[in-house]
């Protein structure tokens, strides 16, 4: 079967770094993508990775091991706007997403 | 360019009627995805639509169905509403050719079943 662990709630203060971690099991693995999705908003897409390492976009960055089967999505520089849920999905055969259950992660000032 | 649009926002039906839902995906896209989103279960892969074919299936019972036409619009329908059913229904949209821009999703439907 297919499964994908990610914390559910995390806190940091605005100004820091929080990494978010995912796990997954999959069969066809294809590809490993993180989605920011705001309260009653779409999920908008953040991050792709298909081959091992990592990935830097701006204050966001996602790391991908595929021999653990361990991702995960790094903010830096946290911003209030960045309260959101955070998505970890996994792309398997047939053009598939599997999600996680999403991590929500609060931002105090 | 345009996003994907899906309509109508939001809905509110009785149990046991059934309702349709809308998506348009971005110009040029020809893959047409459906999620189930609820709180408890997270985002859930209903099908997926390629070319006017269904190309995937998630394990929904025969209730949900959906269909592709020729300029890749979508519709989803679920019949025989349940009150389980209610959640936020999102499309997703790509390319059809597994690229690394992923899936881009719609605003979504937001479901109430009373």
């Known amino acids: 079967g297919q499964n994908i662990d990610q914390p559910t709630e995390m806190t940091a203060t605005e100004g820091a770094i929080v990494q978010i971690n995912c796990t997954y099991q999959?069969?066809?693995?294809?590809?490993l993508f993180w989605y920011q999705q705001h309260a009653g908003e779409a999920p908008t897409f953040l991050s792709y990775?298909?081959?091992?390492g990592l990935e830097e976009k701006g204050r966001f960055s996602s790391f991908l091991s595929r021999s653990k089967g361990y991702s995960y999505l790094l903010l830096k520089e946290l911003q209030m706007k960045d309260s959101a849920s955070y998505l970890c999905?996994?792309?398997?055969?047939?053009?598939?997403?599997?999600f996680g259950g999403g991590t929500r992660v609060l931002v105090k000032p | 360019k345009a996003g994907v649009t899906q309509t109508p926002r939001y809905l509110i039906k009785t149990r046991g009627q059934q309702v349709t839902l809308s998506c348009s995906p971005i110009?040029?896209?020809?893959?047409v995805s459906w999620y189930q989103q609820t709180p408890g279960q997270g985002l859930q892969f209903l099908f997926e639509y390629f070319s006017e074919t269904q190309r995937n299936k998630g394990n929904f019972p025969g209730r949900f169905s959906g269909r592709q036409f020729s300029n890749s619009r979508s519709e989803m329908n679920v019949s025989t509403l349940e009150l389980g059913d209610s959640a936020l229904y999102l499309c997703a949209s790509e390319t059809g050719t597994g690229g690394s821009m992923g899936y881009t999703f719609g605003s979504g439907t937001r479901l109430t079943v009373v």
């Open positions: 110009s040029g896209h020809r893959s």
């Open positions: 999905a996994a792309r398997t055969a047939g053009n598939k997403l599997t």
């Open positions: 990775n298909v081959l091992d």
């Open positions: 999959t069969s066809g693995f294809n590809g």
